[in-house]
């Protein structure tokens, strides 16, 4: 069996021995969002922030299955919102970690460095870490 290398420049790369190396670890860069309403296209990290409030909106659920998202608020005073995609509208698709919480929005604790973590399963996003008080909303 031949050893599979992974590097940032060259990808999956293989060569003689056996096993699997890691030379550097894949990562998400980090994206901003600051404009009153925008739209997330793909899984990622994203830094939320503005002199008002913004609400971001996350790509259809069933579109990105697998996909992981983080959002972290870098300013004070406002409690900036995920919320579904115009497909996913109207449905309770952003599920806390327990089943009590659920919605179609989210909003994120009003202090600087109030995150959420979610990932897609097709068919709802899922809070699986978070930091600060999580308010869901809708449907």
């Not at 996913?88 to 995150?115: E, P, Q, Y």
């Amino acid at each position: 069996m031949p050893k599979v290398v992974y590097t940032a420049t060259k990808g999956l790369v293989q060569q003689a021995g056996s096993g699997f190396q890691l030379e550097t670890l894949p990562f998400s860069s980090v994206q901003t969002q600051n404009t009153v309403s925008a739209s997330v296209s793909q899984p990622g990290v994203y830094t939320v922030s503005g002199t008002a409030f913004v609400t971001t909106f996350l790509p259809a659920v069933a579109t990105v299955p697998g996909g992981h998202f983080t959002f972290r608020s870098l300013s004070a005073g406002h409690a900036h919102a995920i919320s579904a995609s115009a497909t996913d509208a109207g449905n309770s698709v952003i599920k806390g970690s327990n089943n009590a919480n659920r919605g179609s929005n989210l909003a994120l604790n009003t202090l600087v460095g109030s995150s959420v973590s979610l990932v897609s399963d097709g068919v709802q996003y899922i809070v699986y870490a978070s930091s600060g008080t999580l308010t869901f909303s809708g449907v």
